[in-house]
């Protein structure tokens, strides 16, 4: 079995990279702590029986969501997968309704019809999160061809595993962004792991997604995605490019999942050894421990984390307060008049 | 003043109506716009609308329907075309899966206002692989609108509508009918989704079909009356989705006698539908089982003599018939 260290941390690292802001720099660790609290949160209320099915965490992937979700603006495209909490939350989407989705509940995103998985408000731009694999990517670009088509210099930013790299859709989705030059990042995070299977053991490159890049005439971009600085710096990049007419991005983020694949998964296939090394580079903990570094107040990063733990308590409480749906919403919203009628 | 045309013309003279009338309208496919469409169905309109609206895809049916999906969720009015219902089953993903479902997912955030038009069914001595009538894949998905038109002038009628639904409408075009000629009406024409039509008035027993069926169900009904003395009544079902039953159903419990004639095989053609759905609702207005005339359920032959026997023919509609009335 295939195993991967975690990337060295890159020569001259990104602690010192002058491009970032202080105020980003705060904006980024702020997203970090939230996502972290309410996914955390969100384990402990599966363990509850309060969230049903199935969910999958981004436990120690969190920097790569807030990286990209940081190079955006009001009015980018996002698209996600089933792991998608932490790329709905990066956007700006209340954490109520989140939470309230997956409980289940009325007052969720999705009026408690898509769940974990297909977490959506496209008021935020987050224009879904979708649950088969790779599907998604041509999807996305469908929305940068409508911002090319209708001249909005909108961005679409694309979330995707290290296991869609393998499948027909990735490689339709690259190369129809290629050659229409479509304002689209495509971003894999590779946490080395499908479901139960080390991508390396089914892969014919060593870099899923970066490997794969030469092909559609794109550039090798590899990242480490434990570090949000770094993240942001190379989607700030790509962003910039898809905005002035550059074309398609596509970013190779190295991360690792905490937990197992989903909520039933403990994920004890993986060798002990590697999944130390990785905790060992939780973003979380280093990224607070690189601004102290830098000469943050451990009191303002004190209060960002008080601020979390508050939102997510208070985001918890309005999921379990909120209302079961109206059984009358099983039959809304299938067409466009609003309802389900097939016949007269 | 009435103009007669194909109904292979009667597909560009529809999107280009579209086109003209509406700016988000755009129209993608693989040999849509330089070739003008493997059925030729498509040319001129790379000429009129130019490049940018009328665009070549490569072979890649999964990115064609993510690309119409993602720009209908954000603001356009795609209609994108699947050379063959058979290619469908390479994109079936995100037909069946994400285009139907995401309206009802989001709870109604996402408008899906799209078309997906493919070249249907069989006649033409193709094989398995590019003669399937598949319109019962798509009708048994919750969130698909599915219309078959059976002449040129409920094409461009019903085509309209499909471009000016905001739900998705999978556009079934039957590909031995594209020579086949029909008077359409001057100006601007528009139809209403989920609306049957009689196309034959008859008291004995109604006969409903769908697509080339239609032409089909016609000749057998006039053969009927003079062979046999036998009035049919023939409906042209025309939208799968909406269905509707209302004027299918009327006609059933006047003629007391129900037939369908489809071209799929044989296992949950829509015919089985609509027969369940008149034995729940006219079962004592019945004076005959109700019958399904279909392909039996078998992959479709390619010689032109074994395709010939067993898609439903004049003949085995008229002998059929017969024997439910005799």
Known sequence: MATTTPPAAPAGSATDVPSIDRDTRLALYRQLVRLRRFEERAYRLFQEGLVKGTSHLSLGMEAIAAGVAEALREGDYTFATYRGHAHTLARGVPMEGVMAELLGRANGVCGGKGGSMHLTSVEHGVMGSYAIIGAHLPIATGAAWSSQLRGTEQVTACFFGDGATNIGAFHEALNFAAIWDLPVVFVCENNLWMEYTAIADVTAVEHPAADRAASYGLERIIVDGNDPDAVHLEARRAVDKARTGGGPSLIEALTYRHGGHSRADPGDYRPKEEVEAWLARDPVPMYRQRLLDQGVAADDLDAIETQAQEAVDAATQAARNGPVPDIDSAFTDVWADGGSSWRN | ?326
């Not at chain 2, 690309?67 to 037909?95: H, K, N, Q, Y």
């Not at chain 2, 997912?105 to 598949?134: D, E, W, Y």
């Not at chain 2, 599915?146 to 999978?170: E, Q, T, Y």
């Not at chain 2, 009327?250 to 008149?278: D, F």
């Open chain 2, 1 to 326: 003043m009435a103009e007669l045309i194909t109904y292979r013309e009667a597909v560009s003279r529809a999107i280009a109506q579209e086109m003209r009338r509406d700016e988000s309208v755009v129209f993608l496919g693989e040999d849509v716009a330089a070739a003008g469409g493997v059925f030729k169905a498509t040319k001129g309109l790379l000429d009129e609308f130019g490049g940018v609206r009328v665009r070549d895809t490569p072979i890649s049916e999964e990115a064609i329907l993510g690309a119409a999906m993602g720009a209908a969720m954000t603001g356009m009015r795609p209609i994108a075309e699947i050379m063959f219902s058979d290619f469908l089953a390479t994109c079936w993903d995100i037909v069946a899966v994400e285009i139907a479902k995401t309206r009802y997912m989001t709870a109604g955030q996402t408008n899906l206002p799209l078309v997906i038009r493919t070249a249907n069914g069989g006649g033409l001595r193709f094989g398995a692989q590019h003669s399937q009538a598949v319109e019962n894949w798509a009708m048994m998905i919750p969130g698909l609108k599915v219309v078959a038109p059976s002449n040129p002038a409920d094409l461009i009628g019903l085509f309209a509508a499909a471009v000016r639904s905001d739900d998705p409408v999978m556009f079934f075009e039957q590909k031995s009918l594209y020579p086949t000629k029909g008077e359409i009406p001057a100006g601007e024409i528009v139809d209403e989704l989920g609306t049957a039509k009689v196309v034959r008035k008859g008291d004995d027993v109604t006969v409903v079909a769908l697509a080339s069926m239609v032409p089909r169900a016609v000749d057998a009904a006039e053969r009927l009356q003079s062979e046999h003395g036998i009035s049919a009544e023939v409906i042209d079902v025309r939208s799968l989705v909406p269905l509707d039953t209302r004027t299918i159903l009327s006609s059933v419990s006047r003629t007391s006698r129900l037939a369908t004639v489809e071209e799929n095989p044989r296992l949950c053609g829509w015919g089985a539908e609509v027969v369940s759905i008149a034995g729940e609702e006219c079962f004592w207005d019945l004076d005959a089982p109700l019958t399904r005339i279909t392909t039996p359920h078998i992959p479709l032959p390619s010689s032109d003599s074994l395709e010939d026997e067993v898609l439903p023919s004049v003949q085995r509609i008229v002998e059929t018939v017969a024997k439910m009335t005799g």
